[in-house]
């Protein structure tokens, strides 16, 4: 099926450390959301952005949904442990008009106390 | 954020049976859930969309009548996996739209399969 690709792949940080990752995608989207997962857990939405140019924060997280509407990124301010786990980005496609989501690869962040 | 609740959170079974999978929407009605199949260290491939009502929508590759959807109520949809091989063992995942077309989606805790 379609993937977003999302960069880096993987990232070991420094516990304070800010963390950015992207997303790219050749088609344009509507909705752009971003997840983080657990091991063997659901994603659970961090934020949701929906128009270009959008800059949304929760808390030590800050998305933007791109001007071209092809790409967004996340960063993450001032890293800590429990900041460990898959982040993906997700964009919806109304493809058929089913307004489906559309992920990405996922990005493996590791935080070193 | 909204609650989806999935059930059971893991399962196994006996190559040839048929498992059922439990998705539902505990504080919000759905009118579209998705069910998707996640590998170990890979990303969420979408498998079919589902609308209460109206039959679920497959995705390229994936056999309907494998991998049966049923969306019968706004605050549930279940997945069957029939006739169970072991290369259906997987983590499999669902998720609840919680309003029009352009909003956000929340995820069930995901359930994973091992077919022996």
């Known amino acids: 099926g379609q993937q977003l690709n999302q960069s880096p792949q993987s990232m070991f940080i420094q516990e304070g450390e800010d963390v950015s990752m992207n997303c790219t995608s050749s088609?344009?989207?509507?909705?752009w959301l971003w997840y983080k997962q657990d091991p063997g857990e659901g994603p659970v939405l961090l934020i949701a952005?929906?128009?270009?140019?959008e800059l949304t924060s929760n808390g030590r997280l800050t998305a933007q949904f791109g001007i071209t509407r092809k790409d967004s990124f996340l960063n993450i301010s001032a890293s800590i442990p429990s900041d460990v786990g898959i982040y993906f980005c997700a964009g919806q496609s109304t493809t058929s008009g089913t307004y489906k989501y559309i992920f990405g690869t996922g990005t493996r962040l590791k935080v070193l106390a | 954020g909204a609650v989806v609740s999935q059930h059971p959170s893991w399962v196994i079974c006996k190559s040839g049976t048929s498992v059922k999978i439990e998705c539902r929407s505990l504080?919000?009605?759905?009118?579209?859930m998705f069910w998707y199949r996640q590998f170990p260290k890979q990303s969420l491939m979408l498998m079919a969309t589902s609308n209460e009502g109206s039959k679920a929508t497959y995705e390229q590759g994936v056999e309907k009548d494998k991998f049966l959807i049923n969306h019968a109520s706004l605050t549930l949809s279940t997945l069957t996996v029939t006739s169970a091989h072991p290369e259906d063992s997987s983590f499999y995942i669902c998720?609840?739209?919680?309003?029009?077309?352009?909003?956000?989606?929340?995820f069930g805790q995901g359930t994973r399969l091992t077919v022996v």
């Open positions: 998720s609840a739209r919680v309003g029009p077309s352009w909003t956000e989606a929340f």
């Open positions: 088609s344009i989207f509507n909705t």
């Open positions: 952005l929906y128009k270009a140019g």
């Open positions: 504080d919000f009605q759905a009118t579209t």
